[in-house]
């Protein structure tokens, strides 16, 4: 028997699949050079700021570090330099908002002896299921995941079609067109991210993503 996992980072979306990640770290850079980390069920706190002492306080919690979309122009670990990985447990392969070019550059990775996952990266609800694991079901969510991460017994990644040049899974394209030139009053940028939520979430409600494998392990 096997179950189905959409893994991605703690959000209003993804609440629900925390429990199970409990000793999951995903850790990033952002585009202003500082490390993003979305820490689930850590112990204590993480201080550090710099890639190397992260992953180092992660490790000695007894958490797993992945790197999400290492290769992504804005964001990506990988995207403009070479890291060490000691202490690095796996990474995504693919990513529903990363580009054809990003995902294709992540499986030069394969080779370095890292866990290869899938990440639905989903913002919204209706996000979810554009990228699935799927692994044997040991009895339980945790156990499940535990030897899925730890790189232990056969998986797969599935994943929605790209087509060549695609750009990844975008939100509200015309509103960053003319966000330089319209700015959105401030008391109603909560509303009419409720608005856009419903709207994202109603649109999705009625397609089921095709998926497709993505990477099989070995």
């Known amino acids: 028997m096997s179950c189905a996992l959409p893994?991605?980072?703690?959000?209003?979306?993804?609440?629900?699949?925390?429990?199970?990640?409990?000793?999951?770290?995903?850790?990033?850079?952002?585009?202003?050079?500082?490390n993003e980390r979305w820490p689930l069920f850590l112990q204590h706190a993480l201080a550090s700021d710099t890639f190397e002492e992260v992953v180092r306080e992660i490790r000695e919690q007894g958490g797993l570090c992945n790197l999400p979309h290492p290769f992504r122009h804005r964001d990506g670990a990988l995207r403009s330099t070479e890291r060490p990985m000691e202490g690095v447990s796996g990474f995504e392969i693919?990513?529903?908002k990363c580009s054809l070019d990003e995902n294709q550059r992540s499986r030069t990775l394969c080779s370095s002896g890292l866990v290869a996952v899938g990440g639905s990266d989903a913002h919204y609800e209706g996000d979810l299921g554009e990228c699935v694991n799927v692994v044997p079901y040991t009895g339980d969510v945790r156990g499940s995941l535990d030897q899925f991460l730890h790189g232990?017994?056969?998986y797969q990644v599935l994943g929605i079609h790209q087509k060549n040049g695609g750009k990844g899974r975008q939100y509200a394209p015309l509103y960053y067109r003319v966000k330089p030139y319209v700015r959105i009053p401030r008391p109603l940028v909560p509303a009419a991210g409720k608005l856009y939520r419903a709207y994202r979430n109603s649109t999705s409600r009625w397609r089921t993503p095709e998926l497709e494998i993505k990477y099989v392990s070995e």
């Open 94 to 96: 693919f990513n529903p």
């Open 152 to 154: 232990r017994g056969p």
């Open 7 to 34: 893994i991605t980072t703690p959000s209003k979306a993804r609440v629900s699949f925390r429990k199970a990640a409990r000793r999951a770290m995903l850790i990033s850079r952002s585009s202003s050079g500082k």
